[in-house]
């Protein structure tokens, strides 16, 4: 588990390209304090396990389900990359609950100053913008942040000079893609309420425009015999 509150800028210092997966070489400084072989280390935001340690870089490996979910194959030797370990149970709990389990990537449609902040407004399918709600959380390439503004097909964060100056978000331009992790309050929550699959996936909606829900199991009585 992690929080979103990225710990460092770390850089690519080589990648390993297997038939369909690869290996990344990740340099850093500050998470090599207390690492170890098999702790788990969020990479712009995906959850990955360090194989070897080695001075100030560490292996982890990528499968195809990996590359084909996140942003991580377009990454390249030089790529700065948010690093983030794993939550300690004595830690302070700063961002929000982050699993380190991409959900999607999205795409920078705007990047807009206003004063000393930054706007950055993000498009994604609706696979990933129905759990979006405005003043909720979002995990972007692993950092927790809040969404400002939401329409149907965009949601818009607006960003501090400390998480620009932290973070690889400052070095992002228009057109760039993103890591994606919706709150997994909500991914609970829609599971608990029913939403079918199939309505999800293609957005059916009702003559209200509301999107149609099966049945859900949720009940009092279900509530009880759950220990609820």
Request: charged share 25%.
């Amino acid at each position: 588990m992690f929080t979103g509150i990225v710990e460092e800028k770390g850089r690519i210092k080589g990648i390993r390209p297997g038939a369909k997966s690869c290996i990344l070489i990740i340099e850093g400084s500050r998470i090599f304090q207390d690492l170890r072989i098999g702790d788990s280390v969020a990479v712009n935001g995906v959850c990955l396990t360090a194989t070897s340690i080695q001075g100030n870089t560490f292996t982890a490996d990528v499968m195809r389900e990996t590359l084909s979910r996140s942003s991580l194959g377009s990454l390249h030797a030089g790529s700065h990359v948010n690093l983030e370990r794993a939550m300690a149970a004595n830690g302070r709990f700063g961002g929000h609950i982050v699993s380190g389990h991409i959900d999607g990537t999205g795409q920078i449609l705007r990047i807009e100053k206003d004063d000393n902040a930054v706007w950055y407004t993000i498009g994604a399918d609706h696979s990933i913008m129905h759990l979006i709600v405005e003043k909720g959380s979002i995990a972007i390439d692993g950092i927790s942040l809040t969404v400002a503004a939401v329409t149907s097909d965009t949601f818009s964060v607006s960003i501090i000079p400390h998480t620009a100056s932290e973070t690889i978000l400052s070095e992002k331009k228009v057109g760039d893609i993103v890591n994606l992790e919706n709150d997994v309050v909500g991914k609970y929550v829609e599971k608990l309420l029913g939403l079918a699959p199939e309505d999800r996936k293609n957005g059916q909606k009702d003559r209200t425009g509301v999107e149609k829900r099966t049945e859900s199991k949720l009940s009092l009585e279900w509530l009880a015999e759950n220990g609820f």
